[in-house]
């Protein structure tokens, strides 16, 4: 018998998500039911004592189980995070704090057994919170200085209210409230159509994998935070020195310009993330 390859059972869980990642014969899902096999806890959060250059960036995704009378109350029962290189940071089955009546199995996988021993939403929602602020007193948190970790993911406002962490809007960078990446209605497009739309693969079919959202997320951020732009010196509209740009008193003016000299002096009125490339550099 050919023993050159080891079993599933002498892996590390990170060493055989590594590979089945990598593996040209997986499929996208291939290792989603191995994932799920492991209910061990992944934690390596830790505080950042200024070792690191730059701004960190983590990704974070969570699924929601149903509780309340109908079942339509979103509780947060599994939690993944991750750094820049894709790498597992934090994940974990959370214990919700109300009683679980839908546990919405053909979605998330879960079953009432990884549950009755989770983590605590409490102490969950202190890992997160002190993970994020890395040091930083809440009410000192700025942008492009100090510690605080920028946090990427989709529809990171209903999964922060769900694990009741609070975090400065200015260090979210939400793919759901992107400009560049929701309709021209102004509404928001789902994480999955981002991802076949923009990274070219199929996420969340049959049962969904927070990992995969972490991944597709960051994916997403850093390509659009890689995007080549004309560097501005007051690159937003609310810089003081842009907001008398389209004064009513310069009303003629602008009537006798053409597109291309209006475009040269407008400014964006969202903050585009390029600008964390040219902080971080």
């Not at 890395?134 to 209903?158: C, F, Q, S, T, Y």
């Not at 793919?175 to 070219?200: C, E, V, W």
Request: glycine share 6%; net charge neutral; aromatic share 8%.
């Amino acid at each position: 018998m050919d023993n050159r390859f080891e079993s599933s059972e002498t892996l590390s869980p990170n060493a055989r998500w590594t590979h089945q990642e990598r593996c040209r014969f997986s499929s996208i899902n291939a290792g989603l039911l191995a994932r799920f096999a492991n209910l061990g806890i992944c934690d390596n959060l830790s505080i950042d004592n200024g070792g690191t250059r730059g701004q960190q960036v983590v990704a974070l995704a969570c699924k929601m189980v149903g509780g309340g009378r109908d079942g339509s109350l979103d509780l947060c029962a599994r939690i993944c995070l991750i750094d820049e290189s894709e790498n597992i940071i934090f994940h974990s089955y959370v214990k919700p704090p109300i009683p679980v009546t839908n546990y919405r199995y053909e979605t998330t996988g879960i079953r009432p057994e990884y549950l009755r021993d989770a983590m605590p939403l409490r102490q969950v929602q202190k890992k997160i919170q002190d993970f994020l602020c890395n040091g930083e007193p809440m009410w000192k948190i700025r942008p492009k200085v100090g510690k605080a970790r920028i946090l990427v993911g989709h529809g990171l406002d209903h999964d922060l209210d769900r694990l009741q962490v609070e975090y400065p809007a200015i260090m979210i960078r939400d793919t759901a409230k992107y400009p560049p990446l929701m309709k021209t209605s102004k509404l928001s497009n789902s994480l999955k159509y981002l991802t076949q739309a923009y990274l070219g693969y199929d996420i969340q079919t049959g049962i969904q994998d927070p990992y995969e959202d972490c991944v597709a997320t960051m994916r997403l951020y850093m390509s659009m935070k890689s995007q080549v732009h004309k560097i501005e010196d007051y690159p937003l509209s609310s810089d003081p020195q842009n907001r008398n740009n389209f004064a009513s008193w310069r009303q003629n003016e602008l009537e006798r310009m053409t597109p291309e000299q209006i475009l040269e002096i407008s400014r964006s009125d969202y903050y585009c993330w390029c600008l964390d490339s040219r902080d971080s550099a």
